[in-house]
Structure formats: C-alpha cells, structure tokens
C-alpha cells in the first residue's frame, strides 16, 4: 500500500450516524426558532464541530443558542444511537484488510471523544480501535475545515501528512484534508460527489475503497 496511515472520519464513514444527528438536530434547532431542514443541516454541518453550529446561528440571527445546548442535543443523540445505530456496511472488512497487512490507522472526528466512544460501542467498532488511535476535534484548537484535527492526528501517528490518506464523506473534511497536504477519498454514500470537490477519488461503497487502498 502506497499510504503509511488511514485517517478515517467517523460520522457517515465508519457509523452510519448522519441521518440520526441531522435529524435531531434539524429539529432541536427549529423547536428553539431556527427554522433547519434535515437537508439544510447536512449542507450547514455535516461534518463539522459543534462550535460551527452556534457559530452560524448567531451570524444568521444574531442569538445565541442556550448554555445548555450541546448537552441537550448530545443527550438526545446519544440516546437514538444506543437504540438505532448501526456500523457503515463494509467498515469493518476494511479495517480487517488494514489489521492484516499491518497498515495502520486511525478515527479524526469532529465528534467530541464521548460521541466516539458511544458509536463504536453500540456497533462493535471498539474492538478495532486502541484508545490512542482515536482524535477529536476537543483535541485541537480548531475543527474541520482548518487542518489541525489530521495534522495532530499524524504527528501522534507518527507519520509524515504526505504519507496519509484521509477517508472523508462531508465537503468540510475534504477541505481540512487539503489543507493538510494529505490525499482524500470521497464517500459519496449521502453526499454527491460534486460536493467533495478536490479529492483524489470517489467511492460510493467500502468495497470500492477497499479497492483504492490496495
């Protein structure tokens, strides 16, 4: 394999989680007076640190969302997860491709750290991941799309940015892995592939990117 480290995403890449959060958080934002369609949240923040969610907000009314926001929509996030949340068909065949030709990897996530952990316990994922493997964006000064997340998530790795391939499904993780000089791969499982402007290459199922990788 022509890449020394897989940075995997982890919302829409590893956990199929995308429609659970937007959902919620479409409507958490209009029961709170922000009007946002499950179609507008994926535009605005899929992908993104909750930080970007207050941050846009605030500039389109000039309000500030409560003090007790993230917590609320955590807690309801993390409930629907324990009852509905399932693996990204074909994610674990990949990380078992990469454990057995010892490439090594990791998760970068926009995700906070509990989030992380809450999906991969409740689909099996655990088991694929060392503590010391897993990155979010609590871990850095900024989130996606400045780079910070992947260039901490190597340097930890060990591995020089030019040597990793990041696994992206949202136009604000290709950005931040531009930025970081690393190669990505699009997931175009929910997002059109013309959205992901400026990656390496598409894929559409993991099978496929079982394929890029080898």
Known sequence: MRYELVIFD???VLVDSEPISNTILAGYLTE????????????DYMGAAMHRVHDLIEEQGGEKLPADFDDTFHSRVFSAF???????????????????EGVPYCVASSGS????RVGHLK????????EEWIFSAQDVGRGKPAPDLFLHAADRMGV??????????????????????????GFTSMMPADRLAGVT???SDMGQLRELLA
């Open 123 to 130: 689909t099996g994922l655990d088991q694929w991941f060392e």
């Open 201 to 203: 290459g598409h894929f």
């Open 32 to 43: 709170l007076g922000h009007p946002t369609s499950y179609e507008e949240s994926l535009r």
């Open 10 to 12: 982890n919302d829409g």
């Open 160 to 185: 020089p940015p030019e040597r990793c391939v990041v696994i992206e499904d949202s136009p604000l993780g290709v950005e931040a892995a531009r930025a970081a000089g690393m190669d990505v791969y």
């Open 82 to 100: 324990r009852q509905e949340l399932q693996p990204v068909p074909g994610a674990e065949e990949v990380l078992g491709d990469l454990v057995a």
């Open 113 to 116: 750290h509990e989030r992380i």
